[in-house]
């Protein structure tokens, strides 16, 4: 009887220590959650099919571009354990169904991501993809995995996991998602060059979902892609039509970036086909709009009114 009264004592103290240790680790989570993380606010460039220069420039929050599985809480606690003397594996419970080690792994993931080794976040993704048992994370993996191997200039990778999403894991997403899968995939096709494979994804798939899906920009955004994508096929005609329609819609919308783009694009379409007194009408509506808060289009509007005047 004392030995099993003792055990039981032993088991009750050492339940005490973890519930314990995992609730300060939570008020230490809220007070700062990711004090030990990379840095929040890194960025980078998800654009890799340049048209202009400023395609380079604009970047994105990581944190937007690739996020964990997990709900906030969670997440917040297993990025805050990362630089923990103790394993939280051990500590939390077995949480929705997830693998406490698979969790542990996706953060672990994450946070080289947004620290900007990509290779060493993809290999570990992978296999969290390959072992987890939870379809949800599973399919979380898999556009996280999308993203970062566009990004870590492997198409042919990204393709294989956007393959994976649509045959096996689609029933999974929400509609938002599907319908930025569908828009991932249009710019590594046109990363490969098929540019046709590109314009029917948008067209057929992106297009008449985008103003079902939350983004004031949406629309405008597939038409400007478009436009782009005759661009760079050298289908002028096509491509002044689509960058028309995107400007209508940002002067309707008063979206300053956008009228400066398409302004910029039109330019440069009308350019390429010599018609370079009306292109420097576009830019002069460009160099109106630009200030500092637009100052990534200043190289772009340099470098075509020098073509334009040549």
Request: charged share 20%; aromatic share 10%; net charge positive.
């Amino acid at each position: 009887m004392y030995n099993k009264n003792n055990r039981l004592n032993k088991f009750r103290i050492s339940k005490i220590i973890q519930i314990g240790f995992l609730f300060l680790l939570i008020i230490n989570t809220h007070k700062n959650a990711f004090a030990k993380t990379p840095p929040i606010n890194r960025k980078v460039s998800f654009d890799k099919n340049p048209v202009l220069i400023s395609d380079s420039l604009k970047k994105t929050d990581a944190k937007l571009l690739a996020n964990s599985s997990l709900d906030k809480l969670s997440e917040n606690i297993y990025f805050s354990s990362l630089n923990n003397h103790f394993s939280l594996v051990k500590v939390l419970p077995q949480q929705n169904g997830f693998s406490k080690n698979s969790n542990f792994l996706e953060i672990l993931a994450l946070s080289k991501f947004y620290d900007g080794k990509l290779s060493q976040a993809e290999q570990i993704l992978i296999a969290v993809f390959k072992t987890t048992t939870d379809s949800l994370q599973k399919a979380k993996i898999c556009l996280n995995l999308i993203k970062i191997s566009y990004l870590n200039n492997q198409p042919l990778k990204a393709m294989h996991f956007v393959k994976t999403a649509k045959d096996s894991l689609s029933k999974f997403y929400n509609y938002k998602q599907k319908y930025e899968l569908i828009f991932t995939e249009a710019r590594i096709a046109l990363t490969q060059g098929l540019t046709a494979k590109a314009e029917n994804l948008i067209i057929a798939r992106a297009l008449p979902m985008s103003n079902r899906v939350k983004g004031k920009h949406n629309e405008l955004n597939c038409y400007l892609f478009l436009g782009k994508i005759y661009l760079k096929a050298g289908q002028l005609t096509q491509a002044k039509w689509f960058f028309i329609q995107a400007n209508t819609l940002a002067v309707n919308q008063n979206y300053i970036a956008g009228k400066i783009e398409t302004s910029l694009l039109l330019a440069k379409t009308k350019i390429k086909v010599g018609d370079k007194t009306v292109a420097l009408q576009d830019l002069a509506k460009a160099k109106r709009l630009i200030d500092k808060n637009h100052s990534i289009y200043l190289a772009d509007l340099e470098e075509l009114t020098n073509l334009a005047r040549k």
